[in-house]
């Protein structure tokens, strides 16, 4: 586990292919569900759907989750400048860490109703992030991505460690804006959001961790080849 959503995209990739081995078409809303009911009914596993629609869908969107189990995915469109500056805030580095989630996530599900009130803020958040991301302001991007990492933490024993918070704290000193754990926490990626000009000197604090270019993809589990 790395908190890249490997299993999910696994599973989507899995359908796409099987549903075009059959010569039918399956949208990306279809996909996704189809996944959920495989990880989350059938295998078991103590998982949300949020991994299942990012990696059907792609791109950036506000996924909502509704209280009836209807899921609304909205797009962001942002302009190429400011999604160009957005990817250009963002480093990435492995932490070398590998953990198994479904221990964090099934004790973070155990704690829902004594941690409501911080994933109450949490989800608060995304409102204020997205309205930021449009605007293109990437500090308060940062501070909102610090906001969240404090509070997530506070759900689960095993989402921080000792060398997430040093790796973290190292990050910061050298001038991130924020940042936090992805996925489950306990291992995987460290995102961190940071002004271009700061980032070779975090690279230089983090240069005993790998960092893993990428970049944003509109497009969601597609079909390359077929025969």
Avoid at 36 to 61: H, M, R, T, W
Avoid at 144 to 153: D, E, G, P, V
Wanted: neutral net charge; contains cysteine; proline residues 4%.
């Amino acid at each position: 586990g790395t908190g890249l959503g490997s299993s999910s995209s696994f599973t989507v990739g899995l359908l796409n292919g099987l549903y075009s081995f059959l010569g039918k078409y399956a949208s990306a809303d279809v996909l996704a569900e189809k996944a959920c009911q495989i990880e989350i009914d059938k295998v078991g596993s103590p998982i949300g759907k949020q991994d299942q629609y990012a990696v059907a869908f792609g791109g950036l969107n506000v996924i909502n989750f509704n209280c009836d189990g209807k899921i609304d995915v909205e797009p962001i469109y942002l302009s190429p400048k400011i999604k160009e500056g957005f990817q250009n805030h963002l480093l990435m580095f492995y932490s070398g860490l590998q953990r198994a989630s479904n221990s964090i996530l099934a004790e973070q599900r155990e704690n829902i109703d004594k941690k409501f009130d911080f994933l109450k803020n949490i989800s608060g958040l995304v409102p204020v992030f997205r309205t930021s991301l449009e605007k293109g302001e990437f500090k308060r991007l940062g501070e909102l991505l610090h906001q969240n990492w404090l509070m997530k933490k506070e759900l689960s024993s095993g989402i921080s460690s000792p060398q997430i918070e040093e790796m973290y704290n190292t990050a910061l000193d050298a001038g991130a804006w924020g940042g936090k754990i992805l996925g489950a926490g306990g291992g995987g990626f460290l995102l961190v959001l940071a002004p271009p000009e700061n980032q070779l000197k975090i690279k230089e604090a983090l240069k005993s961790y790998q960092l893993v270019p990428f970049r944003f993809t509109d497009a969601g589990s597609k079909i390359i080849f077929k025969t």
